[in-house]
């Protein structure tokens, strides 16, 4: 069993839909969780960062965490074709950075 | 303020060639990741370091993978008698402070090995 599981799509949406992507993980240690943005052919860039549980809003993306689930969402409301990108879940313990990637889930959102 | 800088961005090298790859963290930046990505697989950890350290290196091959930060200087991953296996997006992060749990990535250097 992979520490950190993300299903990785494709998922298409038409342009104004409300996206959900989210990853379960097994390691309870996990107290910083991520999410990074990852266009074809360039590096990861960071989207939202949240520590420990609960909920973080900056603009039209919202990041979820539930720990007692070992469960975590990222919202995009009102997605734009712009945002048609991979969407990469990360966490780590927190004593070295060292971050537990998911596979990346293919977002297309649709003119 | 500049982001991380890796290169070359593409790396050609037959089999059993070396491979250098290049990375310089943010400014103020002294935690260094190396990372590496795999077609249709996640980013995978490779090692990190600090100034002259390597603090974990608990995701490096064991043989023909070496890495450093010298005190003066770019992080280096080294790659020796590379293998078409060893062909992949290698990608370098930085960090201000471990406490954080935020790494900055630069573009990454696409190594093919013919």
């Known amino acids: 069993q992979k520490e950190v599981e993300q299903d990785p799509g494709p998922l298409s949406v038409p342009e104004g839909a409300i996206v959900s992507l989210n990853c379960t993980y097994s390691?309870?240690?996990?107290?910083?969780f991520m999410w990074y943005r990852q266009y074809s052919r360039k590096g990861p860039e960071l989207l939202m960062y949240?520590?420990?549980?609960g909920n973080k809003e900056d603009g039209r993306f919202t990041a979820q965490v539930d720990k007692s689930s070992k469960y975590i969402s990222l919202f995009i409301r009102d997605s734009q074709p712009s945002d048609s990108a991979t969407y990469l879940c990360?966490?780590?313990?927190?004593?070295?950075?060292?971050?537990?990637f998911g596979t990346g889930t293919l977002l297309a959102v649709q003119p | 303020n500049a982001g991380v800088m890796q290169n070359p961005r593409h790396l050609v090298r037959r089999r059993g060639q070396e491979a250098r790859l290049r990375c310089s963290p943010m400014k103020g930046h002294s935690h260094v990741y190396w990372y590496r990505q795999l077609p249709e697989e996640g980013l995978k950890f490779m090692v990190y370091l600090q100034k002259e350290n390597i603090i974990d290196e608990s995701g490096m091959p064991k043989e023909r993978f070496s890495a450093e930060f010298p005190k003066e200087g770019p992080s280096i991953l080294r790659i020796q008698q590379v293998v078409r296996g060893d062909s992949a997006a290698y990608f370098c992060?930085?960090?201000?402070?471990?406490?954080?749990?935020?790494?900055?990535f630069g573009e990454g250097s696409r190594l093919t090995v013919l």
């Open positions: 949240t520590y420990s549980s």
């Open positions: 390691n309870s240690a996990f107290q910083y």
């Open positions: 990360a966490m780590s313990a927190g004593a070295t950075n060292k971050l537990i």
């Open positions: 992060a930085s960090s201000p402070d471990i406490r954080t749990g935020e790494l900055f």
